[in-house]
């Protein structure tokens, strides 16, 4: 049994994962229409020069996931004397209930700090050092990008002035006649 849809299918019938599955459709191949030469066509912006924005990106990546590791080494570290307190206590209902946001904290932080891979607790002055290293990395790519696109901007109007100058634009023809009529 050959089930083809084109249009939508009987309510009920067939999930939509499985719809296209039975179209036979297993890819959509759009092709690139182009009216002009590729030669014509003005560069776009921040294509034309390489910037190390990928870089960037994981550098900031990576700088927000070691601000959280800090974050929860350090409430694991400042809550885990009362985490140990009450792992020791004879009456761990009572207390639980004067501790309860603190062994509650400590317990997300542990499982944070597991799940980061921070198991092994870092140092906090490695993790500050690291920290200090990617900042730095981050203004100096963020400076050098910066500094292309003020390259890329400078050989943009360039390039205008150059085309300006081969080719200035013509004149309207209603312009031509009142001249020709002065």
Not at 1 to 12: A, E, F, K, V
Not at 36 to 61: D, L, M, N, Q, V
Not at 140 to 156: G, I, M, S, V
Request: proline content about 8%; some cysteine.
């Amino acid at each position: 049994m050959n089930r083809r849809w084109l249009s939508s299918p009987p309510s009920g019938s067939v999930p939509i994962s499985a719809r296209w599955r039975l179209t036979g459709i297993s890819s959509i191949q759009i092709p690139q229409i182009s009216r002009r030469s590729p030669k014509s066509f003005p560069p776009s912006a921040g294509t034309s020069i390489r910037s190390p924005s990928g870089s960037t990106r994981e550098t900031g990546a990576r700088i927000e996931e070691l601000t959280l590791k800090i974050k929860h080494v350090a409430a694991y570290r400042q809550l885990k004397p009362i985490y140990d307190r009450y792992q020791a206590s004879k009456d761990k209902e009572k207390f639980l209930r004067g501790y309860e946001r603190e062994i509650i904290l400590f317990e997300a932080a542990a499982r944070e700090c597991k799940r980061l891979g921070a198991v092994p607790l870092p140092s906090a002055e490695r993790m500050q050092t690291e920290m200090d290293a990617l900042t730095a990395r981050r203004a100096a790519l963020t400076a050098e990008r910066q500094k292309a696109r003020r390259e890329e901007q400078d050989y943009a109007a360039v390039r205008r002035n150059v085309e300006e100058f081969l080719f200035p634009p013509r004149q309207a023809p209603a312009r031509q006649k009142d001249m020709e009529l002065e």
